[in-house]
């Protein structure tokens, strides 16, 4: 919330140097309301002349009914006259209904059709975010203004600014018509109206407050649920089902409690409210039956202005209810504004340039970099390396050296300084991250599934119609289409949240044929054969060796056995390169690569495999020269 709020107001004071006043959350997040208000004025326009007619309409009602009662009283209007009088007021409920159902729908069409359009933005808002906006905020949170959020905006737009705008031509047109009998007694009627005001302004202020709370509590418990779910297996593994329910309890509470607190507020709003018109009522009746008397006034004005307090109460009532539809939907609309508000940190740039094809050659000048800006270390410091398009590297090195943050630098998924990273020899910065993308195919360490077919897994980087044989060899080639026919569909086969139905060496291979289908000009693996038995990686590299051909590679691995027939291999070490060179200049070095190489044949020679990898013995020989 703090680091979002932060954002906001860096914005703001970027975009705009000169306001008068500073600029207050809410006020910034209502304009931006009025922004797709504006978009969509053609209902709202229509919708104010039918407003209008309905005005006319509701306020004659009342008027007809006493004119048809004078009617009855009068002994020189005829019976059908009087009739005719009746049949009038059923033409008028007829109509007024009809207008009243075609306003309602009309508001309440361009109120969905906001809230669509706004779902749409935050959605396209989200996907622009780098991965560092996914490390700052939650996925409950987020989620609950994209369901919770929006939906108080819609109340707001809905019923909220029906009430609020109808209200007071309903109330204008009442006043005039009732004026007909008696400016005196239209007067006392809607004297108690002005406490309203007073009324929002003291709730109003206490609802905002209250429903900004609940909103978060709410965020609070959502994101609970996400994670309980998400990390079930651990949740189950420590047996912590107990202490999850008993956390959960605890957000629950907090959240009732912050909901009553506001049902408590919101629900005195239209109490008080719903009193003002019977107010007016008893002043009129005091001062109205002495002028019935006296001849002044008729009987059927007081039957009308019994009529009006009674039509007026709904109304009265409800724009009581929207003060708090609309103090909701304002605290809504800030959480909303408030993530619409970050600009994405990586994003094209205005001076990118236009380049058709990538060649991919990769080039890292004396490159630093740290996560975040609060003084950590850093997790690459001053890199220097070149890729040659076409050739392979492979980058090996203990856990927490930088590996993986090499690796998705690349495509620009963390922001590197200027003149630090070259595609091609241009700026990765200046490079339109379609482009870059498009060439870049990485499989990330952990790569992700969708609750998909596997079919649909693997062609998710391809078009929709794409052929299913170029999924299929893609599959084939990745080492996946044998463990295809052990699956219960096939490709056709849903592989669950996150890919839970395969093996963890399934989905790695699931992922690296994703990646080969896509064609690219350049690879990139994150340690991607890690899960994966040595037998199948070895037949999975013999395959490799074709696909790698043409193209620029890079192959994070843990075992030294994944890189060797690389161009070139770097030890990372602490975010520094320790070694660089082939495989066999490396081993003749002697240095930490030829320790690890050493070690990891040992250990496949405990394993039962024979290590039938070139050269092992001169490997050992070497290395016990070195050492
Ligand atoms: N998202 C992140 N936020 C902050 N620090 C990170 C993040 N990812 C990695 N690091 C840190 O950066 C360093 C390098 O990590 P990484 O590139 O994942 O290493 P490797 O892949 O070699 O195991 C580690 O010290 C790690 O703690
Ligand atoms: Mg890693």
Redesign the pocket.
């Known amino acids: 919330m703090s680091v979002a709020a932060k954002t906001l107001d860096a914005t703001e004071t970027e975009t705009e140097t000169e306001t008068e006043t500073e600029d207050s959350p809410v006020r910034h997040a209502l304009r931006r309301l009025s922004v797709y208000l504006r978009r969509n004025r053609r209902y709202y326009l229509i919708w104010f002349f039918a407003v209008v007619i309905y005005s006319g309409i509701f306020n004659a009602i009342p008027l007809t009914v006493g004119w048809a009662i004078d009617g009855l009283i009068d002994a020189e209007v005829s019976a059908e006259t009087v009739v005719r009088r009746c049949w009038l007021l059923v033409g008028l409920a007829v109509v007024g209904g009809a207008l009243r159902f075609f306003t309602r729908q009309l508001v309440f069409d361009a109120a969905r059709e906001v809230e669509y359009e706004i779902r749409n933005d935050i959605f396209d808002h989200l996907q622009k975010q780098p991965q560092s906006f996914y ?1 700052k905020w939650r996925t409950g949170d987020l989620m609950s203004r994209c369901v919770n959020d929006l939906n108080s905006v819609r109340l707001l737009l809905g019923p909220g600014l029906l009430s609020v705008a109808q209200s007071p031509i309903l109330f204008i047109g009442a006043f005039v018509a009732m004026s007909t009998y008696s400016v005196k007694l239209a007067t006392l009627m809607v004297i108690p109206y002005p406490l309203f005001i007073v009324i929002s302004r003291v709730i109003g202020a206490r609802l905002f407050r209250r429903s900004l709370a609940a909103q978060q509590s709410l965020a609070s418990m959502s994101n609970l649920v996400q994670e309980s779910i998400a990390g079930i297996g651990v949740v189950k593994a420590y047996a912590m089902e107990r202490d999850q329910a008993d956390r959960f309890a605890e957000a629950n509470d907090h959240l009732r409690e912050r909901q009553i607190g506001l049902v408590r507020v919101s629900a005195a709003m239209p109490a008080m409210t719903g009193l003002l018109p019977a107010v007016g009522l008893g002043m009129v009746l005091y001062a109205g039956l002495p002028m019935i008397a006296t001849g002044e006034l008729k009987a059927g004005a007081l039957f009308a202005f019994t009529i009006y307090a009674r039509v007026l109460t709904f109304p009265t009532m409800m724009m009581g209810y929207s003060v708090s539809l609309l103090q909701r939907g304002a605290s809504a609309m800030q959480r909303i504004d408030e993530i619409l508000s970050i600009e994405p940190a990586i994003a094209d740039r205005e001076d990118s340039v236009e380049i058709d094809e990538i060649a991919g050659e990769i080039e890292f000048r004396g490159l630093s970099f740290a ?2 800006d609060d003084g ?1 270390e850093r ?1 690459l410091s001053d890199l220097s390396l070149k890729v040659p398009a076409g050739t392979s590297l492979g980058v090996v ?1 203990p ?8 690796a998705a630098l690349i495509p620009r998924l963390h922001e590197v300084d200027a003149g630090q990273l070259f595609i091609d020899g241009i700026d990765v910065n200046q490079i339109q991250l379609s482009t870059l993308r498009s060439a870049i195919a990485m499989v990330p ?1 952990d790569s992700f599934l969708f609750s998909l077919s596997l079919h649909a897994n693997i062609g998710y980087g391809l078009a929709p119609d794409a052929p299913r044989e170029e999924i299929e060899r893609a599959a084939a080639r990745a080492r996946l289409a044998q463990d295809v026919e052990d699956l219960p569909h096939g490709y056709d086969t849903l592989v669950g949240e996150r890919g839970v139905m395969l093996s963890g060496g399934q989905r790695q291979r699931t992922a690296l044929a994703r990646a080969l289908a896509v064609d690219p000009r350049i690879l990139i693996l994150d340690d991607t054969l890690s899960s994966v038995d040595a037998e199948t990686e070895r037949q999975i590299q013999a395959e490799l060796a074709a696909v790698f051909a043409g193209r620029t590679v890079i192959v ?1 691995a843990s075992r030294v056995n994944s890189v060797r027939e690389l161009d070139q291999i770097v030890v ?1 070490e602490e975010g520094r390169i320790a070694e660089q060179g082939s495989h066999d200049e490396l081993i003749a070095k002697g240095g930490l690569y030829a320790r690890l190489a050493l070690e990891q044949e040992e250990e496949a020679r405990r394993e039962g495999h024979t290590g039938e990898t070139l050269g092992s013995d001169a490997t050992r020989a070497m290395v016990g020269e070195g050492v």
Do not use: D, E, I, M
Request: without cysteine.
């Open positions: 490390f996560y975040g950590r997790a090195g856990v927490g050296s930088g590996k993986s943050t090499l360490q994070v990372l």
